[in-house]
């Protein structure tokens, strides 16, 4: 019998599964305290960068109060009382959103991103120290006149306001992230020089024919060494002429204008219907690794790969519904997250000669003023000029002296010290010519030119290069003409165009707009149209730029610039239109050289042919406008789909995809199988030509090999059809090859249902961050990127969404803005950018354009008083400290 002790005796132990249930849910509801306190602490450290959008902050500084009013995508309307505060409160409000790229930016255009990231990026930087572009910005902001000086002053105020309010990771995520590796940074103040170097950046990135150069300068030197090669006539083929004969130019007629110091009054406009002519016009983080100091810098600043250029065109009222001008315009530039723009609007209370701003369109963060837009009466837009504005010269070094026209001249040295996070300073010498600095031995395509010049010398003189070197102790180095390498204007021109109230006050802008060289387009409220090509375009002497050319003599340097007066300019023209999409400006009879590198004008043929055909059909509308931006029809694609019809290719699954040539309408369409198909077959094509032989040729720039390969086409007995490496004789043998891999290479991608193949999907873009977005560390690169995002387009189409040749279909240099602006009624124009307003990771403006985008749909943005009233969100009242 159990006594009353026994009773109450301890009781049984749980079972072995009570005990670890409980255990599980101590370790479960540990894991969730840890998670819950993780994600609350993410969340705090990512939401504490997060700018003030609402309310009222005092700021010392500012002379009166101003008022920062955002819609509901986060783009502000900046109203302020005088210059002074406007461009304080802009530099205060890119700050709040985009502080991190500002930083980022201006260390990589001094040669400084080594101190943010350690030494993977010590070359790179000697590299851009080398080009000396902050030096060049110091001395552009020195030479300012006073009041434009006053704009970058007072917006290095504003930035330098919302640094002293905040730092680290209440600046932005990415200094959170920095600071785990190299925690002893801290960004500067910000400088007017910091702002003004961004422009040498745009230089670069949209720099003209230096890699087309370089690479004509190797392939010489490479077939230089076959037999029974001829050199001069494969680059001819391979690099060939501008099609004038198929395409058009910018202005088929110069029209007559009066000159910029003279009173008269502009040139009448010509209706088209006055002759009915119809002109054709971190220091542990490892970043993703590149080839090449040029490849890293383009990663760093922009790449001129391929798709980089701009479409923009301007159509007259004469040929519009409303009787007033449309102007279009969508720049291409490398895909960036952050968008490379920032839209903004900045408005002085009272518009007069002392505060004379009423402008809105797309900025650059850590730039004051307005890029590419309109004010209230004038509206502008860019595309890149592709004129040759750089030139490589082979340098004869002595020690530190260099051969010029038979004497040894001295080098001009300077020595700049890179510092570098967790690691040792470096000390860097930068040697220069006349031409500019030496920049062979930094990179291994400039140093392989300097190994082995001759081919291409002898190409750019027609002749053996005699070389100077007396004493057999000279070296060759190869050094950089480039017209961003001298101080200009540009930097002012910004806000001359901002407050151009006509075409001569515009006209005087571009006069200003130096570098980079841009073909500019105008419309204004009285229904004027034009065009006026701009930059420092240089008169050259014996050579032409297209080889390197020989250093030690004179005869081949730049001999002055061509006048501002004798540039091309184009005032209402008959066609009652003006299209520029990186073609030729003018014909050959120009009086003088400009490029032989222009894009091949497929594109602007394109835009051409779909604003006269809609316009014979009905009077033209903004739609009109952005459908044609929206354009993807492939012009290569339509001579292979009629080449193919004759070609016999065994095997159901290829016969499936050829077949889906037939019915295919040549747009590059997201949801297209038959784009898809396209697409793959070019490029296996084009490697299949050029790149699989003995002798690789190169295969960059899809609008060249357009041209090249649709000539081909015509002549099935061209020799490049056939290639022994392939086991390849003729043109239906490689035509029939390149079907079949293409076939396979699909299939393998995308399934051998060839209905269910698409283009969007093969053709995606992945956002990438700038900095951390390709750090090689997978959780912080999720913390950054974004995509993908499937799109249309392609390459050399005007929706130019460009992809690279044998490396991968996916979308990398994209329209990175595109706007509509109607000259009847501002607050109806469109716009659209690639990301969003926001540079902060997970704010709700960080890719919320980006769907549109792809969609290609753009959006009103206001511009009126009234309008701008209605469709603000917040509304942030900067006031000013005690």
């Known amino acids: 019998m159990m006594t009353d002790s026994t009773a109450s005796a301890a009781p049984s132990r749980p079972s072995l599964g009570v005990r670890i249930g409980r255990i599980a849910f101590l370790v479960v509801a540990g894991i969730v305290v840890i998670a819950v306190a993780a994600a609350f602490f993410v969340t705090w ?34 109203t302020a009382d005088s210059t002074d505060d406007l461009f304080y409160a802009e530099g205060f409000v890119h700050a709040q959103d985009r502080f991190f790229e500002m930083d980022f930016r201006r260390h990589v255009t001094a040669g400084r991103v080594a101190e943010m990231f350690g030494e993977s990026q010590a070359a790179t930087d000697a590299f851009l120290r080398t080009l000396g572009w902050r030096a060049v910005a110091e001395a552009e902001v020195e030479a300012m006149d006073e009041t434009t000086r006053g704009y970058y002053e007072a917006y290095a105020d504003g930035v330098n306001a919302y640094l002293a309010t905040r730092s680290g990771a209440e600046l932005s995520l990415e200094y959170a992230v920095l ?9 500067e103040p910000w400088e007017p020089a ?9 230089a670069w990135d949209l720099r003209g024919n230096i890699e087309d150069e370089t690479e004509r300068s190797l392939l010489a030197a490479e077939l230089g060494e076959g037999e029974d090669v001829d050199t ?30 003279t009173d008269a009054e502009p040139a009448a406009y010509a209706s088209p219907a006055d002759d009915g002519e119809i002109q054709q016009a971190t220091t542990t983080v490892e970043w993703t690794q590149t080839s090449g100091v040029i490849e890293a810098a383009s990663e760093l600043v922009g790449d001129i790969g391929e798709g980089i250029g701009s479409n923009s065109w301007v159509v007259s009222g004469d040929l519009t ?30 518009v007069d000669e002392d505060c004379p701003f009423d402008v809105g369109g797309f900025s650059f963060s850590g730039l004051p003023g307005i890029v590419i837009g309109h004010n209230q009466h004038v509206a502008w837009g860019f595309t890149n000029l592709t004129t040759d504005v750089t030139d490589l010269y082979v340098e004869r070094v002595v020690g530190d002296e260099y051969w010029r026209d038979g004497a040894l001249v001295p080098l001009e040295t300077r020595t700049e010290t890179i510092k570098v996070a967790g690691g040792d300073d470096i000390d860097l010498t930068i040697r220069s010519t ?44 190869v050094s950089l003409r480039w017209t961003a390498l001298d101080p200009g204007t540009t930097a002012t021109a910004i806000f001359a165009l901002s407050t151009a109230q006509d075409f001569e006050d515009f006209r005087y802008a571009a006069s200003l707009f130096d570098v980079p060289a841009q073909n500019l387009i105008y419309a204004d409220t009285e229904g004027n149209i034009g065009y006026q090509t701009p930059g420092r375009l240089p008169i050259r002497g014996a050579g032409d730029g297209w080889m390197p050319q020989p250093g030690w003599d004179s005869s081949y340097d730049w001999t002055g610039f061509i006048p501002f007066e004798e540039l091309p300019v184009s005032y209402n023209p008959r066609s009652g239109y003006i299209v520029t999409a990186n073609n030729a400006i003018v014909t050959d009879d120009y009086s003088y050289f400009l490029s032989r590198d222009w894009d091949y004008g497929y594109r602007a043929a394109r835009i051409t042919d779909l604003i006269e055909r809609r316009a014979a059909a009905a009077p033209l509308t903004a739609q009109d406008m952005r459908d044609i931006q929206m354009d993807e029809e492939m012009w290569i694609g339509t001579q292979l789909a009629a080449a193919m019809g004759d070609v016999d290719v065994p095997g159901a699954g290829p016969t499936e995809a050829v077949e889906l ?36 040729l190169p295969i960059d720039g899809q609008a060249r090999l357009f041209t090249v390969v649709g000539a081909m086409l015509d002549d099935p007995s061209d020799p490049l059809w056939s290639n022994p490496a ?71 189409v005007v929706n130019a969404t460009g992809w690279e040749l044998g490396v991968s279909y996916a979308t990398t240099t994209v329209p990175s803005m595109r706007m509509v602006i109607d000259l009847a009624d501002f607050d109806a124009s469109t716009w659209n950018h690639l990301t969003g307003a926001s540079g902060h990771a997970y704010h709700e403006h960080y890719t919320d354009q980006t769907a549109d985008w792809a969609a290609g749909v753009q959006k009103p943005w206001a511009y009126s008083e009234k309008a701008v009233r209605s469709a603000t969100v917040d509304t942030l009242v900067l006031t000013p400290g005690d």
């Open 179 to 187: 600071g785990i590796q190299n925690p002893e940074y801290a960004p």
């Open 321 to 350: 519904e409303s009787g007033m001008p449309l102007l279009a315009n969508d720049p291409h530039l490398g895909a960036s997250l952050p968008s490379v723009w920032y839209q903004v609007q900045l408005k002085c209370s009272t």
């Open 661 to 696: 040539l037939r019915s295919w309408d040549a747009q590059n369409s997201a949801s297209s199988p038959a784009a898809a198909y396209a697409n793959v077959l070019w490029s296996t094509l084009v490697q299949n030509i050029f790149a699989e032989r003995e002798q690789p």
């Open 232 to 261: 001069a006539a494969l680059l001819a083929k391979l690099y060939p002429d501008y099609p004038f004969d198929e395409n058009p130019v910018i202005v088929p007629k110069i029209s007559t204008v009066p000159a910029l110091d």
């Open 434 to 477: 006349v031409h500019g600095p030496i920049i062979s031995g930094l990179t291994d395509d400039f140093t392989a030119i300097a190994e082995d010049p001759g081919p291409a010398l002898e190409e750019a003189t027609g002749a053996p290069a005699t070389v100077p070197d007396p004493d057999g102790d000279a070296e060759n180095a």
């Open 45 to 78: 450290t990512i939401q504490r960068s997060f700018p003030q959008t609402a309310g009222t902050l005092e700021l010392d500084g500012l002379q009166s109060e101003v008022t920062v009013q955002r819609d509901d995508r986060g783009i502000p309307t900046i």
């Open 726 to 796: 392939l086991d390849v004789d003729g043109m239906e043998a490689m035509l029939t090859l390149s079907a079949e891999e293409a076939y396979d290479e699909l299939s393998a991608l995308q399934g051998d249902v060839v209905a269910r193949w698409n283009w969007g999907d093969l053709h995606a873009i992945t956002l990438t961050s700038d900095t951390l977005g390709s750090s090689g560390i997978a959780p912080i690169e999720a913390l950054f990127n974004r995509g993908p995002y499937p799109v249309g387009g392609g390459a050399s």
């Open 194 to 202: 910091d702002s003004v170097a961004w422009l040498k950046a745009m």
